[in-house]
């Protein structure tokens, strides 16, 4: 079977470094579905505005292409980052970006549907570029299931980090709570733990730089992207 795009995501974020690990961790996080030519039509998205979530199908784009029928490069297993990276599991027992069709599953909130039709959407796990397969609305009672086991993630809460911005005056065009609400899930590798140690990511067309330490981002400095 061969699928195409249906559309392409618009995300604060050009690159992977930084990115919400899964939907809906940033719930501010903004991004648009902006759908190609062939499926540009109002109708296709009659009645989703009374859906409070939908689900996107979409593919990792960023990963290196290997031909579909090319068994010898499957992985079996890999290092989820919530293990340090160091402990194996299966990747179908993981959220892994590198998957046999390298296909990725998010919830997003549905914010508004626009003219072209473009649609908004909030708390994507998304880079910008995204390429979009399909989407389906997010049913409450055959999709949510909060009593349900998450295996090993369930030894692993999410900590969130306290996030300290320069004194400096804040750049205008840059939302800040949203930055501080992405900064504070700490985008570094889980293995990465040098104070030391600057780290760089793309956000809104900034680049902003940052270091860790003893449980603070600290922000160094943010700069437009020329």
Known sequence: MEIEPIAYFRSPFPDKFGIPRQAGLSPSVR???????????????????????????????????????????????????????????????????????????????????????????????????????????????????PDARSGFVDEYGLELLRVSFPDSTFPDGLDKETLREVLSQDPRPRYHSDARKV????????DVRFRVEDGIVQVVSIERIR
């Open 199 to 206: 780290y760089g990511m793309c956000f809104e067309g900034f």
């Open 31 to 145: 991004g648009q579905i902006v759908f190609e030519p062939g499926f540009r039509s109002q109708d296709a998205v009659r009645g989703l505005e009374g859906f409070d979530y939908i689900w996107l199908i979409w593919g990792f784009s960023a990963n290196p292409v290997t031909a579909p029928a090319d068994k010898t490069r499957f992985q079996p297993t890999v290092r989820p980052p919530r293990l340090g990276g160091n402990e194996r599991i299966g990747v179908f027992a993981s959220r892994s970006p590198f998957r046999p069709n390298s296909l990725g599953l998010s919830a997003v909130k549905l914010e508004s549907i626009g003219e072209g039709p473009v649609v908004n959407v909030l708390g994507a796990d998304l880079m910008d570029g995204t390429p979009i397969y399909d989407i389906k609305p997010y049913l409450k009672y055959a999709d949510s299931h």
